[in-house]
């Protein structure tokens, strides 16, 4: 049932989800869970699907938790953003400033906004990435070999999209407050959005109610990927949050709203306008035809383009948004208001488009 008082077209939006029951009966993805809203009123979560491949499986249910992976992006940032909203930072502060041991192969000159915009040259992972998770690495391992790596090109100059930059803002977070991110999280996000069911990492959330990534079977066999227990208790700031539709709403209409939901003020107005305009346009050193098509808030993505499709074409100008590489995607829209959250347990690599067409159904499902 569609709400009353919205401008969504029931028979419209009917068409997202019979969409996704046809991928789910043709086997494209497992399972699936969807959440749209109008003007801040969400339509009711819809399920499709298994949490898991069969045959030990249940269907998967509109408050099942899921992997989000880099959906994470936006709320790690979020997180560094309260802390410039306290004073303890500005965005164009060095990061060596708060880590010491940044400061070598010219990541002097880094600072906070490049790592908020993929401006800063570090690559997406670390080239040890699967060496470090294959033997169960610790996060601050991580940590101290991105402190040591080279730059993939000159601070400011290009965009590239940098997992390892995010995790660098976890530490900042971490260095400046105290406390652990997923606690920082938990305390001043999750708790005060009514995110009951997210978390850094999987915690202390309910294990039974969290879907498995449809992984092959190769991957299956290891005891690092997605739905082994390292990975699900890493907290990996660029990619380990666990979370429900439902849940990622809230945050997300929190933006629409200026920074309050439910009548609680989590960000303020400028936070929410600082994360949601666009902060790359307007570097001079970055070649046109790389900032035009790669538009960053402060870790939020901005406008659908041909890289980035799981926002599909037909949100405007104005969306910010992210996807993750576990199959999900969140997206908002200031202009029509619009919100969806769609999260799938059938890895990117194979569904970007799939997001991408579902997305176009709910976007013209408003009217």
Known sequence: ?????????????????????????????????????????????????????????QQVQPDTIFLVASVTKPVTAAAVMLLV??????????????????????????????????????????????????KHAPLK????????????????????????????????VERITG??????LRSEIFSPLGMHDTSLGIGVLQTDR????????????????????????????WGGMFSTVNDMFHFCQAFIN??????????????????????TTLMPNIPSEIKSGRVWGLGWRLQPTADWSAFGDLVSPGAFGHYGATGTVVWADPLSRAVCILFTTQPSASSEGILGRCSNMVAASII
């Open 1 to 57: 049932m569609v709400a009353k008082l919205t401008r969504i077209s029931t028979k419209r939006l009917n068409q997202a989800y019979h969409y996704l029951e046809e991928l789910v009966g043709t086997g494209r993805i497992p399972g699936a869970s969807i959440l749209v809203a109008d003007n801040g009123i969400p339509i009711e979560a819809r399920s499709f699907g298994n949490m898991s491949l069969p045959p030990n499986s």
């Open 85 to 134: 909203e306290r004073g303890k930072l500005l965005l164009d502060d060095p990061v060596y400033s708060i880590i010491p041991e940044f400061a070598n192969r010219g990541k002097e000159v880094i600072t906070v906004r490049h790592l908020m915009t993929h401006t800063s040259g570090l690559p997406d992972m670390l080239p040890e990435n699967t060496q470090l998770r294959e």
């Open 141 to 172: 391992e991580f940590i101290r070999r991105i402190c040591d790596l080279e730059l993939d090109f000159p601070v400011g100059t290009s965009i590239q999209y940098q997992s390892c930059g995010i995790a660098i803002l976890g530490e900042i």
């Open 179 to 184: 406390a652990s991110l997923p606690e920082f």
């Open 210 to 237: 969290v879907a498995h990534v449809n992984i092959g079977e190769e991957m299956q066999k290891v005891d690092w990927g997605w739905n082994k227990s390292y990975w699900r208790n890493f907290g990996a700031p």
């Open 258 to 279: 200026g920074g309050e939901f439910d009548g609680i003020r989590v960000f303020s107005l400028a936070t929410t306008k600082a994360m949601t305009s666009d902060q």
